[in-house]
């Protein structure tokens, strides 16, 4: 089925303003609460949500197979669960109703004040119901710069970091939507030298990590694999993801099993998951690899996608500093390799189940994505805007994050990831 939805000459009758992160050739999915309580799936063009429930009820899903109910839901888990066919439909028939060709609901004063509302009139909430969410560690460079600072140069990578994707199973239930502010964590970490006693309180090496997560749909039964060539299909979408991190809480706690209260306090997404039908255009070739994959793992055609990623500091009440530049595209393992690699077992993915990519870091300094990278373990602070500098996050700085592809035609944003750091709660025994 053609994606007419990616026309780059298609002008939407809503204003766009320019250099928008969605313009109607995005369409992304997200869930919203309206200020009447109302709770809707919908998408977004330019600053104005769009009701899909409302559009829906109101007939102009037509001819499409959906049941009633699809987009009144809290979460697109069902919509995703539908497959590719039903998104590529639906996403193919927004393009068609707001094209600035097309009068039917331009032109019906009644039906636009029951399904377009402005930014500011709605609050977005998490995109999907997520069951499972495994977070992998895929940058060659954020693996090669972590291993240099905790072992040493020469021995930088694990033995098996260039022939299997490594990942980790984290927590679900503390990934939050753009915008929620973050507690810093409190816990355990290395006794000090001479101490036999763990050190206790606050985390004062709070870190952010720079990823991209995708969205999957049902994939597979217990026992059952995805093989790579067909992993695409199973590909919802994707968002932005800061996967927040405290250092000092993980360096103790993860030998021998991993990461775990160091990364479970919270993550956050960009609330609006962009389709891979919408980053198509935006191909790139995959990044050359040291040994050839096994076979599951091997890749055929253009799998990496070339989104360029962008993090700011912003103190309370100053200026944003920006700290870190870089692309998605310097993944060593691909999205397909990561969910061949994941099924290859026979484990189970289902609708709504969140991958993240791992923190995301270039071959240049100012394209780390961490600032474990940034300030090298905090032995070279970042200088920041108002004069202060920073080696970690402070209480009351806002983390944000930005992503977008673009090209000659087109470009297509995920909007802001956003987070502000707030004070550890005083701990009560």
Request: hydrophobic letters at 35%; charged letters at 25%; proline letters at 6%.
């Amino acid at each position: 089925m053609i994606i007419t939805a990616n026309n780059p000459n298609r002008k939407s009758w809503l204003d766009v303003p320019k250099n928008s992160d969605f313009p109607i050739q995005n369409i992304p999915f997200g869930v919203f609460i309206t200020k009447d309580d109302i709770i809707t799936i919908g998408t977004r063009i330019g600053d104005y949500a769009i009701d899909l429930g409302a559009l829906h009820q109101l007939g102009y899903f037509d001819g499409i197979p959906l049941t009633d109910d699809i987009f009144l839901q809290d979460s697109l888990n069902d919509f995703i669960a539908d497959g590719r066919k039903t998104w590529r439909l639906v996403r193919n028939r927004i393009a068609d109703i707001f094209d600035v060709t097309q009068s039917g609901l331009r032109d019906h004063k009644e039906h636009r004040a029951e399904v377009i509302f402005r930014m500011d009139e709605i609050e977005m909430l998490l995109p999907v119901s997520v069951g499972d969410y495994t977070d992998f560690y895929a940058s060659r460079e954020h693996a090669t710069n972590v291993g240099t600072l905790f072992r040493d140069p020469e021995n930088a990578l694990m033995p098996n970091w260039l022939h299997v994707p490594i990942g980790y199973h984290g927590r679900s239930s503390s990934i939050v939507p753009s915008g929620t502010p973050i507690k810093r964590p409190i816990g355990q970490s290395k006794p000090a030298e001479g101490t036999n006693t763990p050190g206790f309180g606050p985390s004062k090496l709070l870190d952010f990590e720079l990823e991209m997560a995708f969205i999957t749909t049902d994939a597979n039964d217990l026992g059952d694999r995805i093989s790579i060539e067909e992993a695409e299909e199973y590909i919802f979408g994707m968002v932005l993801f800061n996967d927040w991190s405290a250092r000092d809480i993980q360096g103790w706690e993860y030998q021998p099993l991993g990461p775990f209260l160091g990364k479970s306090f919270a993550s956050t997404i960009s609330p609006w998951i962009v389709t891979l039908d919408a980053l198509e255009p935006f191909r790139t070739d995959n990044p050359e690899q040291v040994y050839k994959p096994l076979p599951y793992l091997q890749v055929e055609g253009k799998k990496s996608y070339d989104i360029k990623l962008q993090v700011g500091i912003k103190p309370e009440g100053k200026e944003e500093t920006v700290v870190a530049n870089s692309n998605f595209k310097y993944m060593y393992w691909t999205m397909v390799q990561q969910l061949a690699h994941h099924t290859v077992n026979g484990c189970p993915v289902e609708a709504g189940d969140m991958m993240g990519s791992g923190t995301i870091s270039g071959p240049t300094k100012d394209s780390y994505g961490s600032m474990l990278e940034l300030t090298w373990k905090g032995q070279n602070p970042i200088q920041m805007n108002d004069g202060s500098e920073r080696k970690f996050i402070n209480d009351h700085d806002t983390v944000i994050m930005r992503a977008h592809c673009e090209n000659e035609n087109v470009r297509i944003g995920f909007g802001d990831c956003v987070g502000k750091v707030l004070p550890a709660e005083e701990f009560k025994k």
